[in-house]
């Protein structure tokens, strides 16, 4: 059904009288009349205060002064238009329809990876944060190779220095900088009898059998994959329906106090010495690298599922005409050759 508009305004007699022409044919060319009234409204008034009556259905439009045939012809001309539209969307629905549908490799590889995609990024991860707890165990079942190996390979991304590491069969989960004020736990240098500002000595040091092992990440990169992993198990045993976390908040919460956290110990440290000396604690590193990796996986990751859902429907649909059309070929009612 075609929608007209009038546009009319008060005390016009054309108006009333273009009104009951439209009602008048309503039982030879059904439509949907719209009265706008343009009294105060200046954008209106300004483009059809001269005009008024003035009728618009689709591409057409007709001013005052016009006859009851003249608004017959365009509303026929405008339901001619309509319907000749119509029968072309479905002639091209049908020849798309028509158009034998391939399945190929990619698009079942594409498909699978949308509906997977979370348990693969899931499984990357737990595998980038799993191998480093690896190499403790390693080095205490005595297999150096492969665990220095796993050092070498964390040694590209991560500074791994001992005193700002998770250790494993030791007395101590870590071994702190005394410059950190960790009560109750022996400060890295009298642990281990390297120097505490010796940084190329605590990054080689990977540990021993009296003070355990070093994982071959530091604790606050630890801290940000296990807070990703941990979103990530989240986002999926909710059925991918979380929002995603809005920038200003991903900013404040979790970009900010890592921020803060790091540079500030790293400007106020040699050779930088800007600020007065201090040393970030494991608990700090850990809260902040966590807030980090947790709030980046909210924001991150229901982005990346409205794109994979959008994959979904595409590919879904497409193997959806593609068994309708097998099922066509086994009834009997063949696709036109290609």
Known sequence: MITVTLYSKDECQLCDEAIQDLNNLQSVIAHHLKIVNIDGNQELEKKYALDIPVIEVGPYRLKAPFTAQDIEITLRAAAEREKSIADIDKKVAAEEASIPVKITRTDRFSYWISRHYMLLLSGLVLIYVGLPFLAPLLMSAGYTRPGTTIYRFYGLVCHQLAFRSWFIFGDQPV???????????????????????????????????????????????????????????????????????PWYLWLLLGILPVAIDGLSQLLSQPPLNMFPYRESTPLLRTITGFLFGFTTAWFGYPVVEESMADVRRYYGQKMARARSQEEARQKGHALPPT
């Open 175 to 245: 071994y702190p900088r005394e410059a950190a004020g960790v009560d109750n736990l022996i400060p890295f240098g009298l642990a281990t009898g390297v120097n505490e500002d010796d940084e190329l000595a605590a990054r080689q040091f990977v540990g021993n059998p009296d003070v355990g092992y070093k994982v071959a990440l530091c604790e606050r990169d630890v801290a940000i994959y296990g807070g990703i992993l941990i979103f990530s198990l989240i986002f999926s045993l909710t059925g991918l329906k979380i929002k995603p976390f």
